[in-house]
């Protein structure tokens, strides 16, 4: 998924009450479909099936965020994939990535504060 957020003194067209606009996009048409009925009618959010290696970045506005959830691992050419990032971040702009574990920590390399049920000790 790829979101956007954008804060403007006045209310960017499409954008929700708090100014804030947001899009989501993933290669799964069926991911698009569930997200767009579970967020229907949600004020400045939209989705769009789109595929960062196949479909054409220069399509995109910049971004403040771009976020990469669980499909970094899969991205084939990742340098390129990584400049079209850089390229659509509006200077300041932040990339997120978030892979999945194939396993979990050793006890040694987990902190002392967290633990695998994800609460606070």
Same mark, same amino acid.
């Given at each position: 998924?790829?979101?956007?957020?954008?804060?403007?003194?006045?209310?960017?067209?499409?954008?929700?009450?708090?100014?804030?606009?947001a899009l989501g996009v993933d290669y799964a048409e069926t991911a698009?479909? %569930?997200?767009?009925? $579970?967020?229907?009618?949600?004020? #400045?959010? *939209? +989705?769009?099936?789109?595929?960062?290696?196949?479909?054409?970045?220069?399509?995109?506005?910049?971004?403040?965020?771009?976020?990469?959830?669980?499909?970094?691992?899969?991205?084939?050419?990742?340098?390129?994939? %990584?400049?079209?990032? $850089?390229?659509?971040?509006?200077? #300041?702009? *932040? +990339?997120?990535?978030?892979?999945?574990?194939?396993?979990?920590?050793?006890?040694?390399?987990?902190?002392?504060?967290?633990?695998?049920?994800?609460?606070?000790?």
């Amino acid at each position: 998924m790829r979101a956007s957020k954008t804060i403007r003194r006045s209310r960017p067209s499409g954008a929700g009450a708090d100014g804030v606009r947001a899009l989501g996009v993933d290669y799964a048409e069926t991911a698009i479909s %569930l997200a767009q009925s $579970r967020y229907q009618g949600t004020s #400045g959010l *939209s +989705f769009q099936r789109w595929n960062a290696e196949g479909d054409e970045w220069a399509t995109l506005p910049l971004y403040d965020v771009i976020s990469s959830r669980l499909s970094y691992t899969l991205i084939q050419e990742k340098e390129k994939f %990584l400049k079209d990032v $850089r390229d659509h971040l509006v200077p #300041g702009g *932040s +990339f997120h990535v978030m892979t999945p574990h194939a396993v979990r920590p050793t006890p040694a390399r987990t902190p002392k504060h967290w633990n695998h049920s994800g609460r606070n000790q």
